[in-house]
């Protein structure tokens, strides 16, 4: 079982940065992929970006250019840098983690984190 963790999560004004953090817990076994998501009121939960253990990333069409995520694998951690938020990037925003190399489906998931960009 892998426990995460969320971190940094808060409020912002439209045009600032935001970097999230997760610390995931797993003692016994490797974790591949991990990856955030993103859930607004009122709509599905959609991938922001996920990022496998040898590095490779895939990001959601609507953070491109303005979001970074990044891991270090020795500490099971992984963070996620946001840049030029917008309001519609108002949401919470879930770390995950899977055993596994697909970067869009996890078996473990944190408890999430609110992101509020608003003047």
């Known amino acids: 079982q892998v426990k995460l963790v969320e971190s940094g999560g808060g409020l912002v004004q439209p045009g600032g940065s935001l970097k999230l953090s997760c610390a995931a817990s797993?003692?016994?076994?490797?974790?591949?992929?991990m990856g955030w998501f993103r859930q607004a009121p009122g709509k599905e939960r959609e991938l922001v970006a996920g990022i496998s253990s040898g590095g490779r990333t895939k990001y959601g069409d609507s953070v491109k250019g303005r979001f970074d995520i990044s891991r270090v694998n020795g500490e099971n951690t992984m963070y996620l840098q946001m840049n030029s938020l917008k309001p519609e990037d108002t949401a919470v925003y879930y770390c995950s983690a899977s055993y596994y190399y697909n970067l869009d489906d996890y078996e473990f998931w944190g408890q999430g984190t609110q992101v509020t960009v608003s003047s």
């Open positions: 797993e003692m016994y076994f490797s974790i591949n992929a």
